[in-house]
């Protein structure tokens, strides 16, 4: 089995590996490649951390980023991944619950990573693309540039905090608040919305509630954007600090193929609209590529993503039993 990890108490980190490389011909051995490698992963994480992964970065040989360096030329080779540390505690119990079940785990996978992978393409993630996944208590980010993960994060608003709004303002239940975000809310709040007057049950009869609709969609504009604008801050912190010294604008250029919103938040109306005004690039919602209608929704991405994920991981003798598409199927066959 593999554990989808998510939330603040996933962390990540860039590591790098340094090769200094010998003076012979001056060319990138194995040897050097993989002890620049090694040496990025001797280091340890943080006290009462486990690392789960290493996600490979572009290489740089001497200041220019390179896909093999095996085999060119250059005096300084530095690897570096993108490291995934969770608190030891919190690894343990997952992995005891599965054992527990006489599951084995085999591997974690970043659950904003698995959602990117239902979404977007090889294209998108090589020319810079962030998919933001807004699930129920957290959301979490992942930025791919030039194919490789750059960094990632999570923050601890989602949804639920929408409904919470709501519920507070309105002063009605958390499903009734939960009813009324699905179905009038929006990450955008628009003037005439202020002259609508929704019904919760639309019958008008006794016991129905009335509603202004300016009111739901300045509280849940309110919120979504707070969630975006937070996730944006949170990228810019990580990109200083893996760009000391050169500054770096999150803009088109750095992201020509934009922002990607999955999860069931996403959903919300506008809320690719609401991503563009704050971030300042394309975006749109993230819908899996799949053929099953059922299962092509932006709150699905980290489910099949997970599946394309670890079938990507399974060794190929065992992949080519079935072609990637079949196994798919036969998963979902309703």
């Given amino acids: 089995v593999y554990i989808s990890i998510a939330g603040p108490s996933v962390e990540g980190e860039r590591v790098k590996g340094i090769c200094i490389v010998p003076a012979h011909d001056g060319r990138i051995t194995k040897l050097d490649y993989q002890q620049a490698i090694d040496s990025a992963k001797r280091l340890e994480p943080p006290a009462g951390r486990i690392t789960l992964l290493h996600m490979r970065q572009p290489s740089i040989l001497d200041n220019k980023p390179v896909g093999n360096p095996v085999g060119q030329q250059?005096?300084?080779?530095?690897?570096?991944?993108?490291?995934?540390?969770?608190?030891?505690?919190?690894?343990?119990?997952?992995?005891?619950?599965a054992n527990g079940m006489s599951i084995t785990v085999r591997d974690f996978i970043l659950a904003s990573h698995a959602a990117a992978c239902a979404v977007t393409t090889d294209s998108e993630k090589q020319g810079g693309v962030c998919v933001i996944d807004i699930g129920a208590g957290t959301t979490d980010w992942v930025l791919y540039f030039k194919g490789?993960?750059?960094?990632?994060?999570?923050?601890?608003?989602?949804?639920?905090?929408?409904?919470?709004?709501?519920s507070i303002a309105l002063r009605i239940s958390r499903e009734t608040a939960e009813d009324l975000k699905h179905r009038f809310a929006s990450a955008?709040?628009?003037?005439?919305?202020?002259?609508?007057?929704?019904?919760?049950?639309?019958?008008?009869?006794?016991?129905?509630?009335?509603?202004?609709?300016?009111?739901?969609?300045?509280?849940s504009s309110l919120r979504y954007q707070e969630i975006l604008s937070f996730v944006r801050k949170d990228i810019i912190v990580q990109l200083e600090q893996i760009f000391s010294?050169?500054?770096?604008?999150?803009?088109?250029?750095?992201?020509?193929?934009?922002?990607?919103?999955?999860?069931?938040?996403?959903?919300?109306?506008?809320?690719?609209?609401?991503?563009?005004?704050?971030?300042?690039v394309t975006a749109r919602v993230g819908i899996p590529k799949f053929d099953n209608s059922s299962l092509q929704k932006s709150e699905y991405a980290g489910v099949v993503g997970m599946?394309?994920?670890?079938?990507?991981?399974?060794?190929p003798v065992v992949r080519r039993q079935k072609g990637f598409m079949d196994i798919l199927r036969d998963l979902f066959r309703f």
């Fill in 74 to 97: 250059g005096r300084r080779l530095e690897v570096s991944f993108w490291r995934i540390t969770m608190e030891e505690g919190n690894v343990r119990f997952r992995v005891s619950m």
């Fill in 148 to 166: 490789h993960i750059l960094c990632s994060g999570s923050i601890a608003v989602g949804g639920e905090h929408i409904t919470n709004d709501l």
């Fill in 188 to 219: 955008m709040h628009r003037d005439q919305d202020v002259n609508q007057t929704i019904w919760k049950d639309g019958d008008k009869s006794v016991g129905d509630q009335q509603f202004n609709r300016g009111t739901i969609t300045q509280v």
């Fill in 245 to 280: 010294g050169h500054e770096v604008k999150l803009d088109q250029n750095f992201l020509p193929s934009g922002v990607i919103l999955t999860g069931g938040s996403a959903n919300l109306a506008d809320a690719a609209e609401a991503a563009q005004n704050i971030f300042g």
């Fill in 307 to 315: 599946m394309i994920a670890a079938l990507e991981d399974t060794p």
